[in-house]
């Protein structure tokens, strides 16, 4: 397991600049990058053990990530 974030900038970089400008512009997607912070953060929080959560939690909070990562990749290269 990685106690390395995976900031939704570092697992896109080519895409940097449309991410910038599709939060300025568009609301649904400022809000998928918001909640995806949130959960993101709160798998690494849990993975360091600062907030320990149990293996079906942790599932659900990657599978939750999963699903907003594709859809934010979605929306970039829809765009």
């Known amino acids: 397991m ?11 970089p080519e895409l940097a600049g449309k991410m910038h400008e599709l939060k300025a512009s568009d609301e649904h997607f400022a809000q998928l990058l918001e909640d995806y912070r949130d ?4 798998i690494h929080r849990a993975e360091t053990e ?3 959560v149990g293996d079906a939690q942790m599932e659900t909070m990657r599978k939750q990530r999963m699903v907003l990562k594709d859809e934010i990749y979605g929306m970039l290269t829809k765009a």
């Open 2 to 12: 990685s106690n390395t974030p995976h900031e939704i900038q570092d697992e896109f």
């Open 39 to 42: 959960v993101n953060r709160a």
């Open 50 to 52: 600062v907030e320990p």
